[in-house]
């Protein structure tokens, strides 16, 4: 296994809840961002391969950057409701963890 994967693998276990028991309309929400970012940067690539002018390419950028952020604080959100709601459920995720989570996208 990679580093890069190994990472990965934990970031996932350590998220305890969140997306995956998601409500259906927060996951709709998540999703949907999730597509726009992944637009965005079929753009950025696109713009790259098209040699555009570095300013096009670096507001793509931002807009793919934002998007990504706005997704992961909704997948936060979800789960600090879902801790509120219901603190004792051992599957959600920790208030420590969300907090690093919450700090890992600023």
């Keep these: 296994m990679s580093e890069v994967e190994s990472t990965e693998t934990h970031e996932r276990e350590d998220a305890g809840a969140g997306a995956g028991s998601a409500s259906p309309e927060a996951k709709r929400k998540i999703v949907?961002?999730?597509r726009r970012a992944h637009g965005q940067l079929a753009a950025v690539i696109?713009?790259?391969?098209?040699?555009?002018?570095?300013?096009?390419?670096?507001?793509?950028?931002?807009?793919?950057?934002?998007?990504l952020d706005r997704a992961g604080f909704l997948v936060i959100s979800t789960a600090l409701q879902e801790c509120l709601a219901d603190p004792d459920n051992e599957d959600s995720a920790k208030p420590e963890e969300l907090e690093?989570?919450?700090?890992?996208?600023?």
């Design 100 to 106: 690093k989570l919450f700090l890992s996208l600023a």
């Design 32 to 34: 949907n961002r999730l």
């Design 46 to 67: 696109e713009a790259v391969e098209g040699e555009a002018h570095c300013r096009d390419v670096v507001q793509q950028l931002s807009a793919v950057t934002k998007a």
